[in-house]
């Protein structure tokens, strides 16, 4: 079994680009379609100014100000790590803080250190990503900017309206752990650059998921930090390796992995299909939206949006995967329905 | 990994329906693509009538005769039964005759035995099956009157030309076994009726695919036949069972499948998706076209053309479909190498 796993690696990525194909022009439904019947990621550049979307112009530090007046939740972690394995051994969710939009931003403001990732001076690192469909809630002031539907080539194809539109604010420090969703997704970068590392849903054997317990930060301002096991214990299974550097000595079926690397600028849309592993970084440094500077501010924020809309879960793409799933598990001596048994709160 | 096997098959089972979509309009590209995408049959009825396809009126006998003035290669096997397992032992290939176009319509025109698929007075059944592109071959003449190019909206779909358009004549005595095509399918029936037994290809484990000597048939006219073994030996992984009949003491994983039955009838058109196994049985008597003869005579054979486009190997459905043949073959001790190494010719 260990061999069908790799050669069904090997498979998918000899008969694969090793590369994201990317376009400079509005895809026609029917193009667009090929990718996803393919399940490919595609990118497209440029596609929200093409959008005329209101929000590449107008997001300023000033104007998100003064549109989001309520004090909104952001996660708060101690080196931007929001949702991933902490030393190898557990789970930890952010600690979640209310805050203005104006402390938030200044935040985020703060010269940052270097390199990236990263965080000498134990600041704590603040990032909007509450992912809920947040558009739609918390921040509805700014949902006109950006459109609830989504660009209307996705719409089509999918023929449905979003399931959810979700706004994401940070700085280079937070990075999102590897993880899939169960949702087609189309990313548009609003400032600063977002950098994707992608591994296709055929590579989840070379990912090493594992079962951890789940916990939580609590957080003591000015940079206190602790960690707090859930009561009554919960489990997950997650992704430890970070494909961005990984491990193989600890990791060493990564070595079969293919991760592709990309990177979105202002104005860039990514088609994330459902089920792709993806890892997601971030810089508010050396993009156009910054260099070009909005009103003369401070403008250190990477902004970025999303819509989600529900996977067909009829695609033989989505029974395979969980049989992936369970082929690989049981070659670890796991198996699926024990663990949800336990408590366990669902895959990455 | 038994037990994830048939989880795989009612996970799909659960996820999709029990029957195939049927339309009765020309179906835009877009549309069209969404079963390509889910790689789900669709039955689109009095396509051809609506496409306008001159075969629909023109193929009488007569005309048939007419166009093709060369002797034809013609299947001959003693039950209709080309290209199948014999005694549960033995996969065997029809023998072959060349007959003029006019001899050969004159074997169908004999009353046909009752039950079909009996044959209790020994004739020969002969069954028009070449499938190697042969509509852009020793039937050129007629290719006019189908298009080889399929219809637009599957073109538009697939981005390419058909790479063959076969031509299919027989009568209710010839079924072609259960198998898959690693193509792209769109069937369209001429005259007579088709019955297809389908399988969404996450059901292999259902089948019981083996492994088998390859064979064919010697005929000696009148309707004598021998079975001759292919020199030097040759095998091949072959399935078995027959969905329309299983035997289920004998091949008892299929009792976890759910064949999809359908009829075809003249002006029908079929998208059956790349790797979806299917049985294809037919019936001259009870369709529109034999109830209303061409020109008085006697018509008795079912027609149907189908054209091929090449499937997306670089889909993931490909590399899937592949491990989950390496898994269900490693539940039976087989490891599909060893047997390509021994001579194989290719899965069913």
Same mark, same amino acid.
């Given at each position: 079994m260990e061999k069908a796993l790799q050669t069904l690696i090997k498979d998918y990525q000899d008969l694969n680009s090793s590369t994201i194909a990317e376009i400079d022009y509005t895809p026609s439904p029917l193009e667009f379609s090929r990718f996803v019947g393919q399940n490919r990621p595609l990118v497209i550049r440029g596609q929200g100014q093409r959008e005329q979307t209101p929000a590449l112009e107008k997001w300023s530090n000033a104007y998100l100000v003064e549109k989001v007046q309520e004090k909104v939740a952001i996660a708060v972690s101690p080196e931007g790590n929001a949702d991933s394995i902490v030393n190898d051994e557990i789970f930890v969710e952010p600690a979640t803080v209310e805050l203005s939009m104006q402390d938030f931003l200044s935040k985020l403001d703060r010269p940052q250190p270097s390199p990236p990732l990263s965080n000498p001076t134990a600041d704590p690192v603040y990032y909007l990503q509450s992912q809920n469909g947040n558009l739609g809630g918390e921040y509805e002031a700014l949902l006109r900017d950006v459109g609830a539907e989504g660009p209307s080539f996705a719409r089509e194809v999918f023929a449905q309206d979003p399931d959810a539109c979700n706004l994401w604010i940070?700085?280079?420090?937070?990075?999102?752990?590897?993880?899939?969703?169960?949702?087609?997704?189309?990313?548009?970068?609003?400032?600063? %650059?977002? /950098?994707?590392? #992608?591994?296709? =849903?055929?590579?989840?054997?070379?990912? !090493?998921?594992?079962?951890?317990?789940?916990?939580?930060?609590?957080?003591?301002?000015?940079?206190?930090?602790?960690?707090? %096991?859930? /009561?009554?214990? #919960?489990?997950? =299974?997650?992704?430890?390796?970070?494909? !961005?550097s990984p491990d193989l000595a600890r990791y060493p079926r990564f070595a079969h992995a293919r991760p592709i690397e990309l990177t979105l600028q202002k104005g860039d849309m990514l088609y994330l299909p459902a089920l792709w592993f993806h890892r997601v970084a971030q810089d508010v440094g050396d993009s156009p939206a910054s260099a070009q500077g909005v009103e003369g501010e401070k403008q250190r924020a990477t902004i970025a949006v999303n819509w989600w809309y529900d996977m067909d879960m009829s695609s033989p793409l989505w029974s395979f995967c969980s049989f992936l799933r369970k082929a690989t598990l049981a070659l670890d001596g796991r198996v699926e329905d024990e663990e949800a048994a336990e408590g366990s709160v669902g895959s990455p």
């Open positions: 940070g700085d280079q420090r937070s990075v999102t752990s590897l993880h899939k969703d169960p949702y087609e997704n189309i990313y548009l970068v609003i400032r600063g %650059s977002k /950098t994707f590392t #992608l591994l296709p =849903p055929a590579e989840f054997y070379c990912l !090493h998921e594992q079962i951890y317990p789940h916990a939580t930060y609590n957080f003591t301002p000015p940079s206190t930090f602790s960690i707090t %096991s859930t /009561t009554p214990s #919960l489990t997950l =299974p997650w992704i430890p390796v970070d494909p !961005h």
